[in-house]
């Protein structure tokens, strides 16, 4: 098993930038793909980027393409999200998801491990 704590959430204005950290613990950090989601209230959870064990392959959600990166350090147990452009569409709770099977995916019931989630706002 592994856990996951996020943080770097906060209230910014839109065009402005956030970078998004998950720590992991427990297992091994390069068992799992690691991806972010997003989710407002009174929608469903949105996959919005993963990363591959060793961080050689990436995908993102055509919505943040160009604006995001994320990226890995194993060494530290920690996947980021580097948010640039901020929307107020992106306004949302992020959360950090572990998976231990592969292939890297977009569905989020194909995710194992769930942080409690980080707040982002983006005012205009």
């Known amino acids: 098993q592994v856990q996951l704590v996020e943080s770097g959430g906060g209230l910014v204005q839109a065009g402005g930038s956030l970078r998004l950290s998950c720590a992991a613990s427990g297992d091994s950090f390069d068992n799992y793909i690691m991806a972010w989601f997003r989710q407002s209230p009174g929608k469903e959870r949105d996959f919005i980027a993963a990363?591959?064990?060793?961080?050689?392959?990436?995908i993102y959600a055509d919505s943040v393409k160009g604006r995001f990166i994320i990226a890995r350090d194993n060494a530290k147990n920690t996947v980021y999200l580097q948010m640039d452009n901020l929307k107020p569409e992106d306004t949302a709770n992020y959360y950090c998801a572990a998976d231990h099977k592969g292939p890297i995916t977009t569905r989020v019931d194909e995710y194992d491990y769930w942080g409690q989630g980080t707040q982002v706002t983006v005012s205009t």
């Open positions: 990363v591959s064990w060793l961080g050689g392959s990436s």
